[in-house]
């Protein structure tokens, strides 16, 4: 499966671009250090050998948020909150522990920083949202820029038939509560989606169709699309996987026929207001990926599509 990229800017800063743009030598950029917060049910190892790319292949020192696969059994305790019944539920106290990890990475990144300098936050799959919520309570004077990879940012499409809010509140309250998405000099946020495999639902004569434009979010007041870019090649129609896999994107944004990076849809993956990227052929996670025909956002040669953005 071949590598595109698709790019969706916010029209107010199409050409406040970093300095650096991909394929370019990086060597005489300034990096600043990066915090990788781990995804729903991962833990720090899962992103050792992405702190060793961007270490030894780019330069930039990176610490990953302390996180074991048992500390994710803490948000159990959101049962015994009503407003956990209700769909209302709130990230604190809830997921405290996590966002407690987090400032913990920070104060070691910036440790690293040179004077003066502000740090880089990269959230993966639920890591991204969860650093929403971190700069809204802790702050975003040591943050330069927020980049997403595979995050979940919208709540729950609502009204759907046999649509359940697995987060049980939390994308809403992010949503309403946290800052809107901006990519100023001061602040930069980059949500990068990928586009593995294409949902179908149960049922009926679908077909995967190569080519398809989806809606991947509204910028600057127009509707922008992503295009596949059809190296794929054609299909007789969904098979059992692409049926299974479009019913987690159905809980996630309403719809089964998406593309996504076999866990979240492209769409969900997208704020307004940020600089958008969709990558071609890339997975979910970390667990069940590889190099060569199943690449996530983490893999040396996905990172190339994406490293520039964490230059000073």
């Not at 940012?153 to 800052?179: A, I, M, N, W």
Request: net charge neutral.
């Amino acid at each position: 499966m071949g590598i595109g990229i698709v790019s969706v800017l916010p029209s107010p800063c199409s050409s406040s671009l970093p300095g650096a743009v991909a394929g370019t030598s990086i060597s005489t950029a300034t990096t600043r250090p990066a915090v990788i917060l781990p995804g729903l049910g991962n833990n720090t190892g899962d992103y050792q050998r992405l702190v060793s790319t961007l270490g030894e292949a780019h330069g930039i020192p990176s610490v990953v948020a302390k996180v074991s696969r048992v500390d994710w059994l803490r948000n159990a305790a959101g049962v015994l909150d009503r407003n956990y019944w209700k769909g209302t539920l709130r990230p604190r106290p809830v997921l405290d522990w996590y966002l407690e990890r987090v400032d913990q990475a920070v104060s070691e990144a910036k440790m690293l920083c040179p004077q003066g300098e502000r740090i880089s936050l990269i959230g993966h799959s639920a890591g991204g949202w969860l650093a929403r919520v971190y700069m809204q309570e802790f702050g975003i004077s040591n943050v330069a820029l927020l980049l997403t990879l595979g995050t979940p940012h919208l709540p729950p499409s609502k009204g759907f038939p046999g649509v359940f809010d697995q987060t049980r509140g939390l994308l809403d309250y992010v949503e309403k509560h946290c800052s809107p998405a901006v990519y100023t000099p001061e602040l930069r946020y980059v949500c990068i989606a990928g586009r593995y495999i294409q949902g179908a639902h149960f049922g009926g004569d679908d077909k995967i169709i190569s080519n398809e434009m989806v809606e991947v979010g509204k910028l600057g007041g127009t509707f922008e699309l992503a295009m596949d870019s059809g190296n794929q090649p054609p299909s007789a129609g969904p098979t059992l996987r692409a049926r299974l896999i479009g019913q987690g994107y159905k809980q996630v944004c309403g719809r089964a026929e998406v593309w996504g990076d076999g866990v979240v849809p492209e769409i969900s993956a997208h704020l307004e207001g940020a600089l958008n990227i969709s990558l071609e052929g890339v997975y979910h996670s970390p667990v069940g990926s590889d190099d060569e025909s199943r690449p996530w956002y983490g893999s040396p040669a996905i990172v190339e599509k994406w490293v520039h953005h964490l230059l000073a």
